[in-house]
């Protein structure tokens, strides 16, 4: 970032196109997201929208990362939260990652939630790894081989969680 601006906000129509590359990246990099296809400006829009909040983070006045927050779940389990997050290739390793996790716990609060849950952290994603156990989420379990990377390959998935 080059003078270090760096804002957490829900998204806006003119953040799409910026989204869909970013969300594009990591889905077909095929080592985070379970999502094999891509997103385009309609499905990203439905898809956006559907969530309870959709965040961007804006690095220099331009959109660098992003998170999505729903219920992890229905009905009596619908106050835990989930989400997933984003962050362009050419932004990772400097803070943005860390702001929208630290942004969707203080969302997940605002809307009611009593936790953020996550589902399936890849255990080859170290940097996220990191983080999450840094930002205090405490690791539930291990579901072994729960993810198909892009090669074909298995790899563990983690579940983590964090009161809100």
Known sequence: MGDGALSIRLFEEADLMAMCAIWNEVVEAGVAFPQEECLD???ARAFFSSQSATTVA???GEVCGLSILHPNNVGRCGHVANASYAVSKAMRG???GRALVSDSLDRAGQLGFKG???NA???TNAGAIRLYEDLGFALVGTVP???RMK???FANTRIYFHSV
């Open 94 to 96: 400097r803070g943005v």
């Open 121 to 123: 952290v890849v255990e």
């Open 145 to 147: 081989e729960g993810f």
């Open 41 to 43: 400006v309609g499905s």
């Open 151 to 153: 090669d074909g390959t």
């Open 58 to 60: 804006v690095c220099d």
């Open 116 to 118: 953020l849950q996550f």
